[in-house]
């Protein structure tokens, strides 16, 4: 059998456990649908990691980022999956996170840096979620743009999980110096990035964050 396949299947399964537990955990647990969403949103971020190590085709990335959007829409459709449905706010979040995640990896397909895939995965994965819990439990210096409440201490601990995020990708991948330049480009990108979490509303952040970090980070080749 085909290796990516296989990697491809059990990549598959292990995406279908994550949302099994988050439906345990909200069912029967009864753990909120605001916190069963964010382990699915940062569960799912960290099992992309594994795309570029276990996939070597685009193609089958494309195949596992359409699947899951099939399920998602059915289950918004029949509401099902209530664990990461059950919010009381329209969001086509869900939906945005496989597109995001298939064009980061053609990204880092083409440009051949899989920083392309892993900074701005990790940034949705760890900072948005880090921004929405701490912006909900310490709402200081709240605003509205349009219908979506935000707030400068969830913008703030975004930004500053950015930075902890590109620098710890950056040790990983093998990093030793630091340069006047690398600093410039990590808080350009942290900083760009949280002003679109910021501007972005009804789960559009899921698109545009990871977008906005692969546009400095082209800029900057």
Same mark, same amino acid.
């Given at each position: 059998m ?24 909200y069912?029967?647990?009864?753990v909120?649908?605001?916190?069963t ?14 795309f570029?190590l276990l ?9 596992l ?19 990461i ?14 597109v995001?995640?298939y ?5 880092? &397909?083409?440009? /051949? !840096?899989?920083?392309? +895939?892993y900074i701005?995965?990790?940034? #949705?994965? *760890?900072?948005?979620?880090? $921004?929405?819990l701490?912006?909900?439990?310490w ?5 509205t ?7 400068l ?13 590109i620098i710890?990708?950056?040790l &990983?991948?093998? /990093? !030793?110096t630091?340069? +006047? ?5 990590? #808080?350009? *990108?942290?900083?760009?990035? $949280?002003?679109?979490e ?15 970090v692969?546009?400095c ?5």
């Amino acid at each position: 059998m085909n290796t990516d396949l296989i990697h491809a299947l059990i990549l598959a399964g292990s995406f279908l456990a994550l949302f099994g537990l988050a439906e345990i955990l909200y069912h029967l647990l009864k753990v909120q649908a605001e916190y069963t969403r964010k382990l699915v949103h940062i569960g799912t971020g960290l099992l992309t990691l594994l795309f570029p190590l276990l996939l070597s085709s685009h193609w089958w990335v494309l195949a596992l980022c359409s699947s899951f959007a099939l399920i998602l829409i059915l289950s918004m459709r029949f509401s099902l999956l209530k664990s990461i449905n059950a919010i009381d706010r329209e969001s086509v979040g869900s939906l945005c996170y496989p597109v995001s995640v298939y064009c980061c990896f053609l990204a880092f &397909i083409h440009y /051949g !840096e899989i920083a392309f +895939f892993y900074i701005p995965i990790l940034i #949705l994965a *760890i900072c948005d979620p880090v $921004a929405a819990l701490t912006g909900k439990k310490w709402p200081l210096g709240k605003f509205t743009i349009g219908k979506n409440s935000k707030s400068l201490m969830g913008t703030a601990m975004f930004f500053v999980s950015a930075i902890l995020v590109i620098i710890g990708i950056y040790l &990983i991948l093998g /990093g !030793e110096t630091v340069s +006047f330049k690398g600093i410039f480009e990590l #808080l350009i *990108i942290a900083s760009v990035s $949280a002003f679109v979490e910021a501007l972005s509303g009804r789960g559009y952040d899921n698109l545009t964050i990871p977008l906005s970090v692969l546009l400095c980070l082209t800029a900057f080749q």
